[in-house]
T-cell receptor, first 114, second 113 residues
Framework: DAGVIQSPRHEVTEMGQEVTLRCKPI?????LFWYRQTMMRGLELLIY????????DSGMPEDRFSAKMPNASFSTLKIQPSEPRDSAVYFC????????????FGQGTRLTVV | AQSVTQLGSHVSVSEGALVLLRCNYS??????LFWYVQYPNQGLQLLLK????ATLVKGINGFEAEFKKSETSFHLTKPSAHMSDAAEYFC???????????WGAGTKLIIKP
């Protein structure tokens, strides 16, 4: 398996534009996580899906952020409109769904909003 | 509620010295414990994990960790640090009451030549 695949790896956009980050989890994994990492706040869980259903989105900072998982092999995180404070590295991770299994992380998308 | 505390946001050791990164957790049920490493500009990757059985677990790159229930700890050690160990290390906990991973704040390991 190629692991968790995220695209794009880097994204530079202007304030106010819509940004869509994409994630392909490992085949067979039924849990998917979106995280945001910044120097100031560290690693933050944004949203967690189990079997394509959002279970906990309490970490989504505001209504500008939305996430979908239309099927078991694809998820998106959308920011509309984007703001400079959204600049961060966004990670997607997937897990086999049991509490004793590890999460596998993608390489991340480095987002810069100017 | 679960929580993870990593003591020290930065730890500095000399090359060849013992590495000790501390992790304490709280969990009301038996925990599953994980250590991850993040190299610059990369995602997190698993170093080792404890689920059940032997409390001393060995991971990649010569690291090991010991689960001590009485101390609610899962400290990470390596006998001799290498320059290539410079990275950020994260401890995480999970249990059967909550399938999410609860993360510590991370510890940056600095290796002095």
């Amino acid at each position: 398996d190629a692991g968790v695949i995220q695209s794009p790896r880097h994204e530079v956009t202007e304030m106010g534009q819509e940004v869509t980050l994409r994630c392909k989890p490992i085949s067979g994994h039924n849990s998917l996580f979106w995280y945001r990492q910044t120097m100031m706040r560290g690693l933050e869980l944004l949203i967690y899906f189990n079997n394509n259903v959002p279970i906990d989105d309490s970490g989504m900072p505001e209504d500008r952020f939305s996430a979908k998982m239309p099927n078991a092999s694809f998820s998106t995180l959308k920011i509309q409109p984007s703001e400079p404070r959204d600049s961060a590295v966004y990670f997607c991770a997937s897990r086999a769904g049991s509490a004793n299994t590890e999460a596998f992380f993608g390489q991340g998308t480095r987002l810069t909003v100017v | 509620a679960q929580s993870v505390t990593q003591l020290g946001s930065h730890v500095s050791v000399s090359e060849g010295a013992l590495v000790l990164l501390r992790c304490n957790y709280s969990s009301s049920v038996p925990p599953y414990l994980f250590w991850y490493v993040q190299y610059p500009n990369q995602g997190l990757q698993l170093l080792l994990k404890y689920t059940t059985g032997a409390t001393l677990v060995k991971g990649i790159n010569g690291f090991e960790a010991e689960f001590k229930k009485s101390e609610t700890s899962f400290h990470l050690t390596k006998p001799s640090a290498h320059m290539s160990d410079a990275a950020e290390y994260f401890c995480a906990v999970s249990d059967n009451s909550n399938y999410q991973l609860i993360w510590g704040a991370g510890t940056k390991l600095i290796i002095k030549p």
